[in-house]
């Protein structure tokens, strides 16, 4: 009886974030490094309310793919549009294509997190963050080019959206660590009584 107590006072918080509330989406964007913006991601989607942490999160990753399409498709037109710097429009190509591949990782991760492998939905999402530091440093390898602004801004956005979506992921890849623990330490029987 007490291991049963001891449980339930543990899976408390536990079950806050993933049992749909009134709160879910503050409880949520409370366990990440960049609230403001998670609730104000969140709240912005009509489609979040009801829904549980994972559907949270998925919006979270739909909203850093639609970044990642429409940052390619900015580069794509500035390459287009710059007149006779071929330099230029050869570094805004691969630049394009490094977004390209981060809404492909992004993409990616939604199955991952949808079969709970959430290693490699980690590693996606990283995959996703480290391809804008790729098309930053194709700009350093080129010392009379001046990285864009525009570019520096959608860079931390994507950066900064895919931190929100791995700590949201560590909260999970945590709570099945958890209960992998507690079904080798207790067992079947004891998981089905809480």
């Given at each position: 009886?007490?291991?049963?107590?001891?449980?339930?006072?543990?899976?408390?918080?536990?079950?806050?974030?993933?049992?749909?509330?009134?709160?879910?989406?503050?409880k949520?964007?409370?366990?990440?490094?960049?609230?403001?913006?998670?609730?104000?991601?969140?709240?912005?989607?009509?489609?979040?309310?009801?829904?549980?942490?994972?559907?949270?999160v998925?919006?979270?990753?739909?909203?850093?793919?639609?970044?990642?399409?429409?940052?390619?498709?900015?580069?794509?037109?500035?390459?287009?549009?710059?007149?006779?710097?071929?330099?230029?429009?050869?570094?805004?190509?691969?630049?394009?294509?490094?977004y390209?591949?981060?809404?492909?990782?992004?993409?990616?991760?939604?199955?991952?997190?949808?079969?709970?492998?959430?290693?490699?939905?980690?590693?996606?999402?990283?995959?996703?963050?480290?391809?804008?530091?790729?098309c930053?440093?194709?700009?350093?390898?080129?010392?009379?080019l001046?990285?864009?602004?525009?570019?520096?801004?959608?860079e931390?956005?994507?950066?900064?959206?895919?931190?929100?979506?791995?700590?949201?992921?560590?909260y999970?890849?945590?709570?099945?660590?958890?209960?992998?623990?507690?079904?080798?330490?207790?067992?079947?029987?004891?998981?089905?009584?809480?």
């Amino acid at each position: 009886m007490s291991s049963f107590f001891y449980i339930f006072l543990v899976s408390l918080p536990l079950a806050s974030l993933t049992n749909g509330d009134a709160d879910l989406i503050q409880k949520t964007c409370k366990i990440t490094n960049y609230y403001d913006l998670c609730v104000s991601t969140l709240e912005s989607d009509p489609t979040s309310m009801g829904l549980d942490t994972k559907g949270l999160v998925l919006i979270l990753v739909r909203v850093a793919t639609a970044n990642a399409t429409n940052t390619s498709t900015f580069l794509s037109s500035e390459s287009l549009s710059t007149t006779n710097d071929t330099t230029l429009k050869k570094v805004l190509k691969e630049c394009s294509d490094k977004y390209v591949y981060a809404g492909d990782a992004l993409r990616a991760s939604v199955q991952d997190l949808a079969s709970e492998s959430y290693d490699y939905a980690s590693m996606h999402v990283m995959a996703a963050a480290d391809y804008p530091n790729a098309c930053h440093n194709t700009f350093i390898g080129y010392p009379k080019l001046i990285y864009p602004q525009e570019i520096a801004r959608r860079e931390d956005a994507l950066k900064h959206l895919c931190d929100l979506i791995l700590d949201i992921i560590r909260y999970f890849d945590k709570l099945t660590v958890f209960f992998l623990w507690y079904y080798n330490f207790f067992g079947a029987k004891k998981i089905a009584i809480v």
